[in-house]
């Protein structure tokens, strides 16, 4: 096809006019029957209606400039709740005085991302230690830390997208060691107790809904600590999302873990390297390269989990935006709240998800 | 260098080396790590809940409830009918498997012989509905109220949990399996408007989406008095959506039996019309058949017994619509919630099942004359639906545990009624687990009977 495609415009008389070529694709890709030329008309018109709503509601009757007035009597879109809330939806109730530092652990995780595009930088176990580092160091700037002098934030005023990204990136980085833990505990031939114990846990969890979770580690969680221990609520809600997503994470390790070949332990067995040295030498690393994809949707499916801490009282997105339609000024405002999150939350997971079948092209590119 | 003397600390360095040793020793470490763990929250836990002065135990689900459900559905209670019913359903499938394990005995399947057939509809269907018909007045139910006990609250919710859930999996399925196939569609823009859905509803939090429905949408729906009618059979406002409902007459058993057994009637059609192909290649007619009993069956039964079902319409009295089918706010925006979302993960689920069979094999039923028609239905479908079926469940399972998310707007499902238990009566850890429990027999048992499914298209496989 393609040969005589180009045969055919290296004799003819130079290409065909643009306009051909467009209504030769929509033929094949359009009109190709009667039946499909309907379908395509009715889809057209579908797609004019949503768009003369959306351009209607959020533009042409929309209400702007700043004041909340202004909304009561538009029928559309309130682009001064925008405005006016975008700090709470970003940092919460986080103290405004002090904004400087979300920012800087901004700054600080994009200067340590940037030397990441480098091949050899990545490949380097330093710069996964750097990751670490910076998350700790993250961690003190938001909390802030008495013995440097920098004043403490209390949990209770963290929310809107960094506390969603908080929970989400702390969740994925516990629950990823526990996982390979796990994962290692069931793929165990010699030790059964090891196994059924490591089984339970990972069916337990992933039976239950995490809500479940989240309402055991709100309620029942501070019973388990001696009496006299306030359990932060933030970091009750953080365990028992690293609890649940660490039973996920294993099921996406021992993906890999099965997918590694017997051959490959046999071979490390008969060089004499031990247990461990085996897993951590030679089926980890490539269980573990397998596994990144899928990794990278379980930590989409985390974020958008993390959405539930609001129905135990965080002040995450959906949390912050509660409290914000219970302001009078804003009463009656929840539409634009929602579609807000919702595209916060879109942007993030789908960019992310992008980046993951783009990665899994590659890595199927390099096994063939 | 002297060979090591055979007799002390030689035999605990041995130990030591040994693998399968060595392996007992790490584990009964790790259990006395996790006893010991699992004690000490225990002890901290019971003088905690001392402290509280909380009575520990299950005895609480037998005080009263004392608050309202908007929610509500009939309790069956375990007794009389109900428990004969249950009884027989247990021996018919208990018997049918023991017959089953017989004839693999013998080298054989049920489905060798009709007359076996035969035993199992009669034990499975047979035996079940006449238990129905004689003991079916004594089955009791509980309408709940406020009097009723906390247990009677959560197996109300329990019941809603299973209802949006069921309803949820089969509407699902049915925009997923449309969703997915207009994604491969050859018309372009079908194509991409399926795969814009599916791109921009994967990856909004479900919580987001119910929220936006349930108050940016419902909670704008205009007043009982305006309400949006479609032809007048659905009514849709902020009380929620009415629709009609069936009313069954004097006749409705006589209806529905009637289509019980035509059904029968067909299914030993079908198995008598393969086997006959089977055995000759002959093909007998089956479908127009079927189709033409069926319907000259009911309408029989319709003209002479009257019509079994009649439509009750929602009617606007004061200010509120009465009668009809009514579906609150709360469940209408589970319901449309849960479908949206599951839909398009069931699309994907359906694409990548497609697009599994290999194109030789569609070539290849093409090249034997197959139609395309019979191509779908008899080489691409059966391969599809193996690769498709195990994801399938786990969305199935995926929606009933999220159909959990109801109570962040108050539909009374078991979570939801656990958490008001739970502010109620004091008692922290027993709802909890007792939620938990729920759902773990629940997605057990589907995946038990998922590995049985597997295990039995590997055979078919072989």
Known sequence: MKSEAAVEHGAGAGKPPMWSIALGWMRRNLFNSWLNSLITLAALWMIYEVAVFLVGWALVNAAYGFDPESCRAAEGLCWPFFADTWKLFMVGRYPFELRYRPLLVVLLIAGVAVPGIFRAVRQSIWYYAVWVAAGVVALFIIRGADFLNISLVNTGLWGGLMLTMILSVAGIGFSFPIGVVLALGRRSQSMPIVRALCVGYIELIRGVPLITILFMASNMLPLFFPPGFDLDKVLAAQIGIILFSAAYMAEVVRGGLQAIPRGQIEAAEAVGLNYWQTMAFIVLPQALRIVIPPLVSTFIALLKDTSLVAIIGLYDLLGIHAQIIANPIWLGQGVEGYVFIGLIYWIICFSISRYASKLEKRFQAAQH | ?462
Not at chain 2, 176 to 182: D, H, K, N, R, V
Not at chain 2, 313 to 318: I, P, S
Not at chain 2, 335 to 346: C, G, K, V
Request: hydrophobic share 50%; proline share 5%; net charge positive.
């Open chain 2, 1 to 462: 260098m002297t060979p090591p003397r055979r007799d002390q600390p030689q035999s605990l360095i041995a130990l030591w080396r040994n693998p399968v040793a060595r392996a007992w020793i790490y584990q009964i470490a790790i259990l006395l790590a996790v006893g010991l763990g699992a004690h000490t929250l225990f002890q901290n836990t019971r003088r905690n809940l001392e402290e509280k002065d909380t009575v520990s135990g299950f005895a609480y689900l037998a005080n009263e409830a004392s608050f309202g459900i908007g929610e509500i559905l009939p309790v069956p209670v375990l007794e009389g009918g109900l428990i004969h019913l249950l009884i027989a359903i247990v021996a018919g499938l208990f018997l049918v498997f023991l017959l089953s394990r017989w004839q693999k005995r013998r080298g054989s399947t049920i489905g060798a012989d009709t007359r076996l057939v035969i035993v199992v509809f009669i034990l499975l269907f047979g035996v079940p509905l006449a238990v129905l018909f004689y003991s079916g007045d004594t089955i009791r139910a509980i309408h709940y109220t406020e009097a009723n006990s906390y247990g009677v609250a959560l197996m109300v919710g329990l019941l809603n949990t299973f209802k949006v859930s069921l309803i949820g999996c089969v509407l699902a399925t049915l925009l997923g399996l449309f969703l997915g196939i207009s994604r491969l569609s050859s018309n372009w823009l079908v194509a991409k408007l399926s795969e814009t859905y599916i791109e921009i509803v994967r990856n909004i939090p479900l919580l987001v989406q119910l929220f936006f429905v349930y108050i940016a949408v419902l909670r704008t729906l205009p007043q009982p008095e305006n309400s949006l009618r479609f032809f007048d059979v659905a009514i849709l406002n902020n009380r929620g959506l009415y629709l009609p409902s069936p009313i069954p007459q004097d006749f409705a058993n006589l209806f529905m039996l009637s289509i019980a057994a035509t059904l029968t009637g067909i299914y030993f059609w079908r198995r008598h019309v393969k086997q006959r192909q089977d055995r000759t290649g002959e093909q007998l007619p089956f479908f127009l058949p079927s189709v033409a009993a069926l319907v000259a069956v009911s309408g029989l039964v319709w003209l002479i017994f009257g019509t079994p079902f009649q439509l009750e319409y929602a009617e606007l009295r004061g200010f509120n619509f009465v009668g009809g089918l009514e579906l609150s706010p709360e469940f209408t925006a589970m319901l449309i919630s849960l479908t949206l979302y599951t839909a398009a993960f069931i699309a994907e689920i359906v694409r990548s099942g497609i697009q599994a069979v290999s194109k030789g094999q569609r070539e290849a039923a093409q090249s034997l004359g197959l139609r395309g028609g019979q191509t779908l239905r008899l080489i691409v479908l059966p391969q599809a639906m193996r690769v498709m079926i195990p994801p399938l469940t786990s969305q199935f399972l995926n929606l009933t545990k999220n159909s959990s998310l109801g109570t962040a707007i108050g539909f009374a499902e078991v979570v939801n009624i656990s958490g008001t238990i739970i502010n109620q009566s004091g008692q922290a850890i027993e709802p909890i687990a007792l939620t938990m429990v729920i759902y773990l027999t629940f997605s057990l048992s589907i995946s038990m009977l998922m590995n049985w499914y597997n295990a039995k298209m590997r055979l078919v496989e072989r």
